[in-house]
């Protein structure tokens, strides 16, 4: 097993190494199916949050355009996650046919992927009605996932399937083990070789890794989970927590005891990866925008490296709304947080 990273190292120290990224998809045989492949060739990646996942997109103030694609992979992205809110598109009865201007829409953004030398994870987002019944909905959930799989078999590798983001509420980590064995048994009928990301349950926090139960003889999986801590820092002045007003002006300065916290965490979820044998991609992960920007930005640094140093893939959350890397006004980068993610000197702790 690798050494874990013991927490005296991460001073956030920048030397001069190239500006290589560790997670490149260079030389790698696209050609064979193997998750460990796959996830190397994920690298870094951001969400294209606020968009897709709304009731309609527009709803919350952002559409997804071409361009966004191009903008993302010249600043030095492997990869985007985008998050869709499938269940606004379907009928909520049998047979739950997804609608096909709907479907037509998702072609267009992975064939705007695919243009431009971007991998893909498409995911079903914001299925708050499987997470309030889970057993009146599965058969609609199972049905979205047979229809995604069978439009989108012949596509290449380099689009991955998320079964459900951050399952929670009633159902539970128990339920979740049945719900995504099912989802996989579904997808199977259709794409044999398709990558398959799960998420934990109780909202995919690091620590539900332990109570997955994963098919021992799916071997096409790369595992997920995303991270938010402190809550109080991350998510201060978000306008959909209650009480987060007061928790504006926290900072997150770096200290010892600060990134020792995350370090731990980040341990935990290598240490299930080696014993499980399963990749990890750290699908969400930010600072909301009420929290100061250097804070921010020290606060991103070490997460996105302590997930390069691990093995694990990332996409930021997210591309341009509250916690945005990308300011659409100003038609530029918020560039603090963009050397954040891709830094132009990798992160040497304690030298």
Request: glycine share 6%.
């Amino acid at each position: 097993m690798k050494k874990l990273l013991p927490a005296f190292l991460f001073g956030l120290t920048l030397i001069s190494c190239g500006d290589e990224n560790p997670l490149k998809p260079d030389n790698i045989n696209t050609n064979e199916i193997n998750p460990f492949n796959i996830n190397r060739k994920l690298g870094r990646g951001i969400n294209l949050g606020n968009m897709l996942e709304a009731p309609v997109e527009g709803e919350w103030g952002f559409f997804l355009k071409t361009e966004y694609f191009k903008i993302i992979k010249d600043a030095g992205f492997n990869s985007v996650r985008v998050p869709i809110r499938w269940s606004a598109h379907a009928q909520k009865s049998f047979p739950y046919a997804i609608d096909e201007l709907f479907f037509q829409r998702i072609d267009r953004v992975i064939e705007d992927a695919f243009a431009n030398n971007l991998m893909i994870i498409i995911n079903i987002h914001h299925f708050e009605e499987v997470m309030s019944e889970p057993d009146a909905e599965k058969e609609r959930f199972l049905s979205l996932w047979q229809q995604i799989s069978k439009r989108y078999k012949n596509h290449s590798n380099d689009l991955l399937f998320e079964i459900l983001n951050e399952p929670n509420n009633n159902l539970t980590p128990g339920l979740w083990n049945i719900f995504l064995n099912d989802a996989i048994r579904t997808i199977r009928t259709e794409d044999k070789e398709r990558t398959i990301l799960i998420g934990t349950a109780n909202g995919g926090g690091v620590f539900s890794l332990k109570d997955l139960i994963l098919p021992e003889d799916e071997n096409n999986l790369i595992v997920t989970f995303h991270y938010y801590s402190p809550f109080q820092f991350t998510h201060q002045g978000a306008e959909w927590i209650s009480g987060s007003d007061n928790w504006l002006e926290k900072k997150w300065t770096n200290r010892a005891d600060e990134r020792e916290a995350i370090i731990q965490d980040f341990n935990f979820a290598f240490a299930w990866s080696a014993a499980s044998g399963r990749p990890i991609n750290l699908g969400e992960f930010g600072a909301y925008s009420k929290a100061d920007m250097n804070s921010r930005v020290l606060w991103t640094t070490l997460v996105s490296h302590l997930a390069i140093f691990n093995g694990f893939s990332f996409q930021y959350w997210e591309f341009c709304a509250g916690f945005g890397a990308y300011d659409i006004k100003a038609i530029s980068w918020r560039q603090p947080l963009l050397d954040a993610l891709i830094p132009n000197m990798p992160l040497v702790a304690g030298i």
